[in-house]
């Protein structure tokens, strides 16, 4: 059976982000372990969502509400900037949507300049690469989790654009029989 | 009618009728029809009109690679103009026209241009635009020139363009692209195959000689075709090459983006024509546009032809006139001999009694009253110094001369080329990193060659696919030439004649048929002293048609060679630039992607009856409209609001970014002009950054809020370029400087007045005395229960207080703010007033009082520059220039009372040569008159007046007048707290 396509706003969960030499240091003692590899992510049991950008950044966020509370003490640590030096915050209010169904990568091909297809390939449902691109003219972090319904990207963005990237990208997926609900 | 009975092969569906019209009459054709055949079946053989002297044009090479088969097509409400026939299919109701035609293309009022043909050189543009004629001629030119008619009540639409992405990408679905195609991917590379016809096979499909078509190639196709490995996109085009593999593919729908890891070039070679007097009349045209009709379309171009050859595709050629029962009045071969490897062609022309003629110089093709071809005259050379004159009628005469490569996006590429004398064509002499040619592009003709070739391009295509991208060492793009050109082994005579041209006393020898370019018109342009290909070209317009040179650059080159008796190798080709076809508007355009940003706080400016004005990529207020107001009302009213009393404005356009680190106040000491590392924590300092050149290029805040944070803000428009450059710099000083940009995150907002301090007061515990906050000081305090950082600025020239914010929060924030300054008369402001505001104090707004040359020295902002200091960039420049007298000067003007108010830009005027301009100008309501900012010569800023140049070439005078014109001494600032006491018990 086709699955449309389907574009989902989820910027309201929880996201924390810092970066910094001593950070992945100060995360371990934190409890929050983070990907080995650059630009790569992993979700973890509680469905915390743990991204490193390039190599020494990073990005949490709460696929689940169990999740959340193990960001509490990050955020909040983060926000009083009661950190260690060589820790920064990184402010993240992103505007991020998750898009599934068939026609993803066609929805893609008309708005992203990089190959996602091997993205999907090396995916599973709990680790995978970070791309950071942009999507008609738009700076994004993408990532792709594979689930039993097929797989789902989420798209990560600057929440100044996230009116016109919003309606570009619902236009085309509407255009290709997809629903934005 | 000139349909033929069935054709093997052919690309009709006889039993899809369609009907259409050309020029008002009726006609049908058949599904698979193009415009072209459709109309050549209906023998119409006038199909357009020709650019310059609206000469009659017919088919020529039904490949659409000429300028004639060029149609305004109506169709489902829509025109199009230039809708190219020879490859636009039919569709069922189409209106087609003629383009370049005044009255229709049989009553064309223009039809006697050529009588102006000796008032109408070469560079007859150059010599005749200037001066007072040249609106006349510019009108005349727009009235007799043009092509199609754009419709402006067409509708827009979109063609999304989309990106592809492939191991292999192989342009051409010929022979050897074929072969290229299946070896890539049958070693295991993902292929597009990128063809611009229906259907695959390249001219194996139509050049048959006679007989079927190869059952070898046309096998090859079905297996492409099938093959998971392989994607075939039909009646697509490669327009473009550009860096790192990058090909624009341009199909029916849209234009395509493919990223590839190789490309195999398999693009063929395009026919070209012989130059001789009368070429361009309806009935001649290239034999493979003969075939192509005769083959794909069951429709015979001509009863009787003639065809002139020079090499073995002309006999084919006559073979397949022949085969549909075209009576070949004669094959008139250019050389003296027919090739040994052509035996086999001329035996069967012989034995279908077919006369062939020896040694032939084409002299002249007459007209019939219709304008169509009827006759060839030609000399045939007897002895060395003696020729006989020969006539053959016929209405059509075929040209097979020979062809040039379709080499364009291999150049692109960055390929070179070199001159193969023993084939006369341009063929690779050196290929980039994963560029492979095959096929005649690369100089094999016999289908074997082709094939061979193909298969080793695609097996090394498919091997530099799966290494990394760019690890092809530069050695190995010379071995694989060698290897691909090794590959030609089948002895055959050249396809192409040396120089197929041939001059006649009376001229007509048309050279390029988009430009009605005669041979004459390059031996003049010559003469003129245009003697290299690229002058030649841009003088005399050669190859700059919709064509682009496709069948005029070739025999162009040659004439050049011949008139600086070099080889055409030394005259070598012009540039090829993208697109290799032409390329439509709609297919260009795409679909409109205008990255846009808007504030946290947009939805409560609309409340606020904000009217928008772009600023970068970003909406804001200009003002804010009123019931009752007009626009200077209410901007002069959100100025005095800001003056007198209290205003708010939306700044979170700014950008915003932060910079941790042992060493951040160090690297920003390097990047801005002032001192940072000593700034204390707590403290604000104006920055000012500049590039190598000492030219400003960013100002902005540079707050300290700790000892290894700071925040800073940049102005609206460079916030991202600024932030990269950041980075690069962090990077290339080795500076470990953690940087974290903010501008979309973050909001911002000035609460500006002398009683802004009343009603943030309201809001947040922090201590606003003076003495406690003073001015240019930074706090992170809670305002309306919201972390902030505030800091306290004075851009507009009032006490004011920047609240820096999570963007989540910034709507409750500015609404508390506002509910606060109701009792105060808070009034929101906009961009307009804010450019009042800060002009009134003489603040420069960097991109608008600056540009790219200014420095610091000119605007007055030494104050800003530590020189002392050991480094900053811009910094050595500056040095330099001290020592210099100065261009120019940035003062403060006024105007006379009733005065034209002059515009930003308007020149100043210095004993009638410019001698500055005016960067900004308001009227100030807070003053009563209009200020403004001027760029000066020094002597004249000295001088104290100047004369600025406004609409139709009046002259107002203006005084240079002290900066700030508001508040000299700062006192706004450092507003007396009893007097801010008591305004705000006032208020």
């Not at chain 1, 709990?126 to 791309?131: D, H, K, N, S, Y």
């Not at chain 2, 006393?505 to 009605?516: A, S, T, Y």
């Not at chain 2, 790219?852 to 104050?863: D, R, Y």
Request: charged share 20%; glycine share 10%; aromatic share 8%.
């Amino acid at each position: 059976m086709s699955a449309p396509l389907v574009l989902m706003n989820t910027s309201a969960r929880m996201r924390v982000g810092c970066k910094g030499p001593a950070a992945e240091t100060w995360l371990a003692q934190l409890g929050i372990t983070v990907p080995h590899g650059a630009n790569r992510y992993s979700i973890d049991s509680r469905g915390l969502l743990s991204a490193r950008l390039a190599t020494s950044e990073f990005l949490f966020e709460s696929t689940h509400a169990d999740a959340a509370s193990a960001l509490v003490p990050a955020k909040h640590a983060l926000e009083l900037a009661d950190i260690p030096s060589g820790v920064y915050p990184v402010l993240r209010q992103d505007f991020v949507i998750e898009a599934s169904g068939d026609r993803l990568h066609e929805l893609f091909a008309q708005t992203c300049a990089v190959d996602l297809v091997p993205v999907e390939r090396d995916s599973s449902a709990a680790a995978g690469p970070v791309i950071l691109t942009s999507m008609i003219g738009v700076g994004v972090v993408i990532t792709c989790r594979i689930s039993p319904e097929g797989p789902r990207f989420t798209v990560w963005s600057d929440p100044s654009y996230s009116r016109y990237f919003w309606h570009q990208l619902a236009a085309i997926a509407t255009e290709l029989g997809g629903l934005t609900p | 009618m000139k349909r033929l009975p069935p054709v093997e092969g052919e690309g009709i569906d006889r039993a899809a009728p369609l009907e259409f019209s050309f020029e008002g009459r009726r006609l049908t054709g058949f599904k698979g029809d193009t415009i072209c055949s459709a109309l050549a079946a209906h023998g119409v053989t006038v199909v357009g009109r020709s650019f310059k002297y609206h000469r009659p044009r017919g088919l020529f090479s039904v490949a659409n690679h000429d300028v004639n088969a060029m149609f305004q097509v109506e169709q489902r409400g829509r025109s199009i103009p230039n809708v190219r026939g020879d490859v636009a299919p039919l569709r069922a109701g189409m209106k087609v026209a003629a383009v370049n035609t005044a009255g229709g293309l049989e009553t064309d009022r223009m039809a006697g241009m050529e009588r102006l043909a000796r008032f109408l050189p070469v560079g007859f543009y150059y010599k005749a635009f200037h001066g007072r004629w040249f609106p006349k001629w510019e009108r005349l030119i727009r009235r007799a020139a043009g092509l199609g008619v754009v419709d402006k009540a067409n509708r827009a639409f979109t063609t999304p363009k989309r990106y592809a992405h492939t191991d292999v990408l192989v342009i051409g679905g010929g022979p050897s692209g074929l072969a290229a195609a299946h070896e890539a991917a049958e070693r295991g590379a993902g292929v597009i195959l990128a063809d611009e016809w229906g259907e695959l096979g390249g001219s194996a499909l139509y050049a048959r000689g006679g007989a079927s078509v190869d059952e070898s190639v046309r096998r090859l196709a079905d297996i492409v075709i099938a093959h998971r490995g392989v994607r075939v996109l039909s009646s697509t085009f490669a327009a473009g090459y550009y860096a790192d593999h990058w090909v624009s593919l341009v199909g029916p729908e849209n234009l395509t983006k493919v990223r590839a890891r190789a490309v195999v070039v398999a693009q063929g070679a395009i026919e070209q024509p012989a130059v001789f007097r009368g070429n361009d009349l309806p009935g001649v045209m290239l034999a493979s546009g003969a075939q192509r009709l005769l083959s794909r379309y069951a429709v015979a171009p001509a009863s009787r032809v003639v065809i002139i050859t020079a090499n073995a595709e002309g006999y084919a050629a006559a073979l397949d006139a022949f085969h549909h029962g075209i009576t070949v009045a004669g094959v008139l071969d250019l050389r003296e001999r027919s090739h040994p490897s052509e035996s086999g062609l001329t035996g069967a022309i012989r034995d279908r009694g077919i006369v062939v003629f020896h040694g032939v110089k084409p002299v002249e093709a007459r007209a019939d009253s219709e304008g169509h071809v009827r006759e060839l005259e030609f000399d045939v050379e007897v002895s060395k110094d003696r020729s006989a004159r020969h006539y053959l009628a016929a209405d059509g005469v075929w040209m097979s001369v020979g062809f040039a490569p379709a080499n364009a996006l291999l150049q692109q590429a960055g390929a070179k080329m070199r001159y193969e004398t023993a084939i006369e064509q341009f063929v690779p002499s050196q290929l980039p990193a994963g560029v492979f040619a095959c096929g005649r592009v690369a100089g094999a003709y016999e289908l074997s060659d082709r094939v061979a070739q193909g298969r080793e391009a695609g097996r090394l295509a498919a091997a530099h696919a799966a290494r990394s991208v760019g690890a092809m060492p530069e050695t190995e793009g010379a071995e694989t030439l060698r290897k691909l050109q090794s590959l030609v082994f089948t002895p055959r005579g050249s396809p192409s004649h040396p120089f197929p041209v041939f001059p006649h006393p009376k001229g007509q020898e048309f050279i390029d048929l988009d430009e009605d370019l005669h041979l004459s018109d390059l031996i003049n342009a010559f003469q003129e002293g245009f003697d290299s290909s690229e002058l030649l070209k841009r003088y005399s317009t050669v190859g700059m048609g919709p064509s682009q040179g496709k069948h005029s650059n070739l025999n162009a080159m040659r004439v050049l060679a011949k008139l600086r008796e070099e080889s055409v190798e030394a005259v070598g080709p012009t540039t090829a630039r993208p697109m290799f076809h032409p390329v439509s508007l709609a297919h260009l355009a795409g679909r409109g992607f205008h990255p846009h940003r808007r504030t946290s706080l947009h939805d409560e400016h609309e409340k606020l009856g904000a009217v928008w004005m772009p600023a970068g990529d970003w909406q804001r207020p200009e003002y804010y409209a009123r019931s009752g107001e007009t626009r200077m009302a209410g901007i002069e009213a959100e100025v005095r609001a800001v003056r007198t009393g209290v205003g708010l404005i939306d700044v979170g356009t700014l950008g915003k970014i932060e910079a941790h680190g042992p060493i951040a106040g160090e690297f920003l000491g390097r990047v801005y002009t002032g001192q940072f590392g000593a700034l204390k924590v707590g403290a604000t300092r104006y920055g000012l950054a500049l590039d190598e050149a000492g030219v400003i290029v960013d100002d902005g805040v540079i707050a300290r809020l700790g000892k290894e944070r700071f925040y800073f803000t940049t102005t609206t428009g460079n916030s991202g370029s600024l932030f990269r450059e950041l980075g690069r710099l962090a990077t290339m000083w080795r500076m470990p400087v953690g940087l974290v940009n903010l501008t979309g995150h973050f909001a911002a907002f000035n609460l500006a007045g002398p009683l802004s301090r009343a009603v943030l007061s309201q809001l947040t515990h922090v201590d606003l005395s003076h003495a406690a906050f003073p001015y240019l000081g930074v706090r992170e305090a809670e305002v309306a229960g919201v972390r902030c950082r505030l800091m306290r600025v004075g851009f507009v020239g009032e006490m004011g207080y920047e609240i820096h914010l999570p963007a989540v929060d910034a709507i409750h924030v500015w609404s508390a703010v506002m509910r606060a300054g109701e009792r105060f008369g808070i009034r929101a402001f906009g961009v307009e007033a804010q450019r009042v505001l800060r002009l009134e104090k003489g603040h420069v707004i960097v991109g608008q009082d600056t540009d790219g040359l200014t420095t610091p020295l000119e605007i007055g902002a030494e104050w800003a520059l530590r020189m002392n200091k050991p480094f900053f960039i811009g910094q050595r420049s500056l040095q330099a220039l001290q020592r210099l007298p100065q261009r120019q000067r940035l003062v403060g003007f006024t105007l006379p009372a009733g005065s034209v108010r002059p515009k930003e830009c308007h020149l100043v005027i210095e004993s009638g040569r410019i001698a500055g301009r005016v960067t900004s100008i308001q009227h100030s309501p807070t003053l009563g008159h209009a200020i403004g900012l001027a760029f000066v010569e020094p002597p004249i800023a000295q001088r104290g007046s100047f004369r600025i140049r406004v609409e139709r070439g009046e002259e107002v005078s203006a005084t240079v007048a002290s900066l700030p014109f508001y508040d000299a001494p700062g006192e706004r600032q450092t507003l007396d707290e009893d007097l801010a006491e008591r305004t705000e018990m006032l208020a």
